[in-house]
């Protein structure tokens, strides 16, 4: 069965600290991985996408790193900010499907 | 301004009536989507629709319907057979189905009382 589990399900962390948030996938064959930032009562928004063949990818503070054999990803934040505080979808696409598989997010609060 | 909007923000119904939920979009986007996002789930898709006139069930159907009469509107019907209707329903488009980015709307806060 096609999964997508994110950990943790929810992280605090203080203004200005880094952090690191995971994606496990067993979506196979796999086309691409996109994280997606959430605000609380918002609709989702695309911070980067992750192709078979890229490692890493940047957009700003945030890093995502994929590997394809272990079919893993993370997203790394650096120097966090209030507004960082929301939640971060991990979404899966096989490759021929126009079906997205989304992990169940992991919230993240950052406190002053 | 190019987005996707979704209307109202909150709804409220009581047991047993149906309502409806606007999306729009003026991104000149084939597909369209409607997902249900439930605290400590996944979002789940409820019908997607590659092009006018056209639209498939998805994963959790029962109990809502939808149209596409125009490319800009997919409207979606709850009806009083969805049994746990409460939820936070996200409307989403994409340039084509085959395409990996979907853009979506702010959400509308379904509460039955």
């Known amino acids: 069965k096609n999964q997508v589990e994110q950990s943790p399900q929810s992280l605090i962390i203080l203004e200005g600290k880094n952090c690191t948030l995971q994606?496990?996938?067993?979506?196979?064959?796999?086309?691409?991985l996109r994280w997606y930032k959430q605000d609380t009562g918002r609709g989702p928004v695309s911070l980067t996408i992750m192709t078979f063949s890229e490692n890493t990818k940047s957009n700003g503070r945030y890093t995502a790193t994929l590997d394809a054999d272990t079919k893993q990803s993370s997203l790394h934040i650096t120097a966090s900010q209030l507004s960082d505080s929301a939640s971060y979808i991990c979404?899966?696409?096989?490759?021929?499907?126009?079906?997205?598989?989304f992990g169940t997010g992991t919230r993240l609060q950052v406190f002053p | 301004d190019g987005g996707i909007t979704q209307s109202p923000k909150y709804l409220f119904r009581k047991e047993g009536q149906n309502v409806t939920l606007s999306c729009e979009q003026n991104?000149?986007?084939?597909?369209m989507y409607w997902y249900r996002q439930d605290p400590g789930q996944g979002l789940r898709l409820i019908y997607y629709s590659q092009i006018v006139n056209d639209f498939q069930k998805g994963d959790i159907a029962e109990g809502y319907s939808v149209s596409r009469e125009k490319k800009e509107s997919f409207p979606l019907t709850v009806t009083s057979a969805q049994k746990n209707p409460t939820a936070f329903y996200l409307c989403?488009?994409?340039?084509?189905?085959?395409?990996?980015?979907?853009?979506f709307g702010p959400g509308t806060r379904l509460t039955v009382l």
């Open positions: 994606c496990n996938y067993t979506v196979s064959p796999f086309s691409n």
């Open positions: 979404v899966v696409r096989g490759r021929g499907t126009d079906k997205l598989i």
């Open positions: 989403a488009s994409s340039i084509n189905p085959n395409s990996g980015e979907q853009f």
């Open positions: 991104l000149n986007h084939d597909a």
